[in-house]
Nanobody
Framework: VQLQASGGGLVQPGGSLRLSCAAS????????MGWYRQAPGKQRELVAS???????YVADSVKGRFTISRDNAKNTVYLEMNSLKPEDTAVYYC??????WGQGTLVTVSS
C-alpha cells in the first residue's frame, strides 16, 4: 500500500486548505482511512477517520472545522480544513488500516 499526501502549505488564521491522500495497492472504500497530525514536540494524534461503511470520526479539537471524505472513483481521501488556527500547524499524515503511512504534508497556519 502506498499513500501520497498533498495539499499542505502556508495559510493565514481563518483560512482553508484541502489535503488529499491518493492510495495505491488498496481501495479507500474497503479500508479504514485516517488523517493524523504531529506538531513540533508533540505526539502524533488522530484528527479524523472514515470507515468502510462511510461513517466518520472527527476529533473534538477540530470538530465543526474539519471534514473527512473520500472519492472512491479517484481512490482518494480528503481532509477539508476550514477556520484554521495557529494550533493546527503540524505535519499531516494519511494512514490506511492503522498500518500504512503516507509521507506527510506540512500545514503552517500563521499571519
Amino acid at each position: 500500500v502506498q499513500l501520497q499526501a498533498s495539499g499542505g502549505g502556508l495559510v493565514q488564521p481563518g483560512g482553508s486548505l484541502r489535503l488529499s491522500c491518493a492510495a495505491s495497492g488498496s481501495r479507500v472504500s474497503d479500508d479504514f482511512m485516517g488523517w493524523y497530525r504531529q506538531a513540533p514536540g508533540k505526539q502524533r494524534e488522530l484528527v479524523a477517520s472514515i470507515f468502510v461503511g462511510g461513517e466518520t470520526y472527527v476529533a473534538d479539537s477540530v470538530k465543526g472545522r474539519f471534514t473527512i471524505s473520500r472519492d472512491n472513483a479517484k481512490n482518494t481521501v480528503y481532509l477539508e480544513m476550514n477556520s484554521l488556527k495557529p494550533e493546527d500547524t503540524a505535519v499531516y499524515y494519511c494512514n490506511c488500516r492503522g498500518a500504512f503511512w503516507g509521507q506527510g504534508t506540512l500545514v503552517t497556519v500563521s499571519s
